[in-house]
């Protein structure tokens, strides 16, 4: 049965490579979904447990396929990504390459490095190339909530999950005793479906999508609370509270209430959710108890101290940095990563690279803000641009307890698709406006220029 359902995955991505190349946009789902699938099928086959790689790969084509086909039928897909937020992000990350140079852990870093490159080519470098509208983006939610739904329940039932250390992980492979999936990969997954369920709304609302939605919004939630994952759980709450009154429109005090009530159940569905499954007896509270996340949070303060301090004492690294992950070198550390975006920027790239990183910021949020503005008016897309936001949000601040620079490159993927997408929509604006003004200067009053007298003309014979 097992090697069924694996048979059928890899039916579903060859589906879907043609799928991405006919309707491009489609091929977002598979990045969102791409981790715990790729355990999921690692359960199924253990073939890929071994060939990893090869699962990812054909995910790439996927995307890759989408590329091509965005490319194929939008002549401006790849020219509406290049400018000034691109160009710094491109220098961003020549930098951190050119650090490995005087880098004292330049062994580590080339393997971050090694084992980043894939997802910095179809995260940043293809992703982008498949939207350019909010409609389009708006356009994956669903298929998204869908396809992640299933992920999950395959994930949730699967015969292999056990709970080690009060985290529910896949044991992958029959033979692999000590192998286990990151539980990070399927909390991530389930904080993302949470915060589009609860901010996604339809042009026209129907109970059926509702019923979808509050399915999503729990399997999300109980994806993360199980993996034991408190930064992707909390950060995903913060931006279902935050991002709720953004996506909805209040218009009128029946809209009000309307909202507020809808607030009030997704609230309260995330709330039960979470109780029910930390009520359970597999440990999974233990995650959460205060003593324990105080304990884990002083570790990462320590470890961020020393970085700081390390870098401190040597004004000669101050502008360019220590290089890219000299956390390692750092005396009774060992290994690892400083698991802090911004002070990894600041320490091993420097002041260079962490001005570099707040021109990026700066950037997306002058982006996101216009992108918002255009839509503000349109309930559905208003929606799809603050999910979209909070996408950008949440990679951010995931970025500030786990992942590398030159490993992780998921909150620059979002950050340049809100880019993308408002440098896209603008340029269609401005080329509409620029062909309307040439419309009526040239066919003013009725008559081309140059030919007023002949139109006169006949319109006082008319009028004889």
């Not at 109980?222 to 009154?245: D, H, K, N, W």
């Not at 620059?412 to 269609?428: G, T």
């Amino acid at each position: 049965m097992m090697t069924v359902l694996g048979i059928v995955v890899l039916g579903f991505l060859a589906i879907w490579l043609l799928v991405s190349y006919f309707r491009p946009p489609l091929a977002f789902v598979l990045m969102i979904v791409l981790y715990p699938l790729k355990q999921v099928e690692q359960t199924y086959l253990p073939f890929f447990v071994t060939n990893s790689a090869l699962f990812n790969i054909i995910v790439g084509f996927c995307v890759l396929a989408a590329a091509l086909g965005s490319i194929s039928r939008n002549r401006r897909a790849i020219a509406d990504m290049w400018g000034p937020f691109t160009a710094t992000l491109v220098l961003l990350f020549l930098f951190a390459v050119a650090s490995l140079v005087w880098s004292p852990s330049q062994k580590e870093a080339i393997g971050i490095l090694s084992a980043g490159l894939p997802y910095w080519l179809m995260q940043v470098l293809l992703i982008p190339i498949i939207f350019a509208t909010a409609r389009d983006y708006r356009s994956t939610l669903g298929p998204t909530l869908l396809i992640a739904s299933i992920v999950a329940v395959l994930f949730l039932t699967n015969p292999l999950g056990v709970f080690v250390n009060a985290r529910y992980v896949l044991k992958l492979g029959s033979g692999y005793d000590n192998d286990f999936g990151n539980p990070l990969a399927s909390a991530q997954m389930g904080g993302q479906m949470a915060f589009i369920a609860a901010l996604t709304i339809a042009r026209k609302t129907s109970l059926p999508w509702l019923l979808a939605r509050i399915a999503a919004l729990v399997l999300g939630l109980a994806l993360a609370v199980e993996a034991g994952s408190r930064g992707q759980l909390l950060a995903s709450v913060f931006l279902i509270v935050t991002m709720y009154p953004v996506a909805r429109k209040v218009r009128d005090i029946k809209q009000f209430f309307l909202t507020a009530a809808g607030f009030g159940l997704m609230v309260s569905i995330a709330y039960l959710t979470i109780v029910v499954i930390l009520s359970g007896d597999h440990g999974e509270s233990s995650r959460w108890d205060l003593t324990l996340a105080s304990e884990h949070t002083s570790e990462r303060t320590r470890e961020i101290l020393l970085l700081m301090n390390w870098w401190w004492e040597r004004p000669q690294n101050w502008v360019f940095g220590l290089g890219a992950n000299a956390f390692t070198s750092i005396p009774g550390v060992g290994q690892g990563y400083v698991h802090n975006a911004v002070v990894e920027l600041l320490c091993e790239y420097g002041f260079f690279g962490l001005g570099t990183f707040c021109a990026l910021a700066f950037m997306t949020f002058r982006h996101s803000r216009e992108l918002f503005r255009r839509h503000s008016e349109d309930p559905e897309l208003r929606s799809a641009v603050a999910v979209l936001i909070a996408f950008g949000l949440y990679s951010f601040l995931l970025s500030l307890k786990q992942g590398a620079f030159l490993g992780s490159p998921e909150p620059y993927c979002f950050w340049l698709l809100i880019v993308k997408i408002n440098c896209s929509e603008r340029y269609a604006e401005q080329s509409y406006q620029a062909q309307l003004a040439e419309h009526e200067a040239y066919y003013a009053g009725g008559a081309l220029p140059g030919y007023e007298d002949v139109a006169a003309a006949y319109s006082n014979t008319g009028n004889a």
